[in-house]
């Protein structure tokens, strides 16, 4: 008796996970990271030749601004995760609450910045004071600036949220948003730990 051979198809391999964002996206933040690291080269050569200078520089600083950006950062950063939660979910209005929280929360970082710098001309830390100083302000200024496009984009976001622009199906314009914030986020750890909280 003839017995059938059936060829045996080999299964298909396992779908990739699909990338979160944009990857315009992904692209700018890879350069934001190359551009942070040219900043940085900046910091270790500065302090390479200055090192007294370094190690003086971090207890000159307003120490509790540096945290308090910090807290507002990651506090910012996890009410967007918490809002793409609830968008995935179906559930708007929460969605809504947590990018308004999101938003609010992240503005605080420019006016903490601003009250910052007031304290520093009241004690003598204009960007010209010292090299310490200089590279301080050369580094989070430009922070600064990121960070600011990131809270425009929030803006931008929120207008959306509240046309019921995102979906569980398609939440890539929030996730992008996110995923720059996260970002601004680590960077921002990094400056906080060469200039606030400098090993001495």
């Not at 979160?20 to 390479?48: D, K, N, Q």
Request: neutral net charge; proline residues 4%.
């Amino acid at each position: 008796m003839a017995i059938a051979s059936e060829q045996i198809q080999p299964a298909d391999p396992p779908a990739a996970p699909e990338r979160p964002g944009f990857t315009g996206m992904w692209v700018g933040i890879s350069l934001e990271f190359f551009e942070f690291t040219v900043f940085f080269a900046v910091y270790f050569a500065a302090r390479l030749r200055n090192p007294q200078a370094f190690r003086d520089g971090a207890q000159r600083l307003w120490g509790t601004a540096g945290l308090l950006i910090t807290l507002v950062m990651v506090t910012s950063g996890y009410f967007l995760t918490r809002s793409i939660h609830a968008v995935r979910q179906g559930r708007q209005a929460a969605a809504r609450v947590w990018i308004c929280a999101a938003l609010a929360t992240a503005v605080g970082y420019p006016v903490m910045k601003l009250l910052e710098i007031g304290w520093n001309h009241a004690h003598g830390l204009g960007a010209r004071a010292d090299i310490f100083v200089t590279v301080y302000y050369y580094l989070t200024i430009n922070h600064l600036v990121h960070a600011s496009w990131g809270i425009l984009g929030m803006c931008w976001v929120t207008v959306r949220m509240f046309l019921n622009a995102y979906e569980p199906e398609d939440l890539r314009g929030l996730e992008s948003l996110a995923i720059y914030w996260h970002a601004t986020d680590i960077v921002w750890l990094m400056l906080f730990s060469f200039f606030y909280a400098f090993v001495r």
